[in-house]
């Protein structure tokens, strides 16, 4: 199937309704692109759901649920009497699930969560799929070769776009093991920042390699650039031709971002949903209500 970018797409729209703009005065043009083609692509969510038991590295502690109590009486807040309900967290780290790591987690002289840019929201997506390779070895390292291999079918990797390094790894969560993992090696991400000029990497297992001293991501943090872990679902996702939204929290001096990630692929991509396929606005009714279950340690509907 010919799969046409969505920038593309979008970049045709654009000149376009620049020779239209007279006769549609004050019309935006990404409001025409949007209409024209983002809201006949397919999206595609690469993020895990947080939740208590989820897979965690080893060092850091767990995550608990909790009902929110009303500080005034004391009591979790109920439907009946305060006529809404909330949740609490106690969460032991901002490195978990699928997550945009700060370079300040690494080092103290760079970008905190808090001071990551707007422009990290919209991107070109890379995929380059090593999958078939882990599943011989389940440690196996991303190399220069395999995004070598990927331009030798798709052309050169373009300029400040994201690239995603499928393995299939998240493809168990979270029955996963976090110490034997697929790996992305040092000089992987080098070049991918040095000579390809990349705006950050991102891969499915919890950690960039299985060396002691955290190879990859500490010379990828230590000099400024961020990178992505626990991302899922890339095998829905095409090599080329989407367009990766990121949105995450603002945490004051953040060393990490819980972060959510959706592939917006061309409207002829097989896999995804569309804008409107799903209830929006309102939102569905559920025939189960979602209640406190004590024994899970968060609201379920069963």
Not at 212 to 229: K, N, V
Request: aromatic share 10%; proline share 7%; with cysteine.
């Amino acid at each position: 199937m010919h799969i046409l970018s969505v920038a593309t797409v979008i970049f045709a729209c654009l000149l376009a309704t620049g020779s239209a703009e007279q006769a549609h005065a004050g019309q935006s043009r990404l409001w025409s692109a949007y209409d024209s083609v983002l809201s006949n692509a397919k999206y595609i969510d690469l993020t895990h759901t947080i939740e208590p038991a989820m897979p965690i590295w080893r060092g850091f502690g767990n995550i608990t649920f909790s009902q929110a109590v009303n500080k005034l009486t004391g009591k979790p807040f109920a439907y009946n009497k305060d006529l809404f309900v909330a949740n609490a967290y106690q969460l032991t780290t901002d490195q978990m699930g699928t997550q945009l790591d700060a370079p300040a987690h690494f080092n103290p002289y760079f970008a905190a969560s808090d001071e990551i840019p707007a422009t990290f929201t919209l991107r070109k997506l890379v995929v380059i799929d090593v999958s078939n390779k882990v599943a011989t070895n389940s440690s196996y390292a991303a190399s220069v070769d395999d995004v070598l291999e990927w331009e030798a079918k798709h052309g050169r990797i373009p300029q400040r776009s994201v690239v995603f390094v499928r393995s299939d790894w998240s493809k168990t969560w979270p029955s996963v093991d976090t110490d034997v993992f697929p790996q992305v090696l040092l000089e992987t991400v080098q070049f991918l920042h040095l000579q390809r000029s990349i705006l950050f990497h991102g891969h499915e297992p919890l950690d960039t390699d299985m060396t002691s001293d955290f190879a990859s991501e500490r010379w990828l943090l230590t000099r400024g650039y961020a990178q992505a872990e626990g991302v899922t679902n890339l095998h829905m996702v095409p090599p080329t031709g989407c367009l990766l939204s990121t949105g995450f929290p603002k945490f004051l001096g953040g060393t990490g971002n819980y972060v959510r990630f959706v592939a917006v692929c061309p409207p002829d991509w097989p896999q995804g949903i569309l804008p409107g396929s799903t209830p929006e606005a309102p939102l569905p009714e559920y025939k189960n209500a979602l209640v406190w279950n004590s024994q899970k340690g968060h609201r379920s509907r069963s």
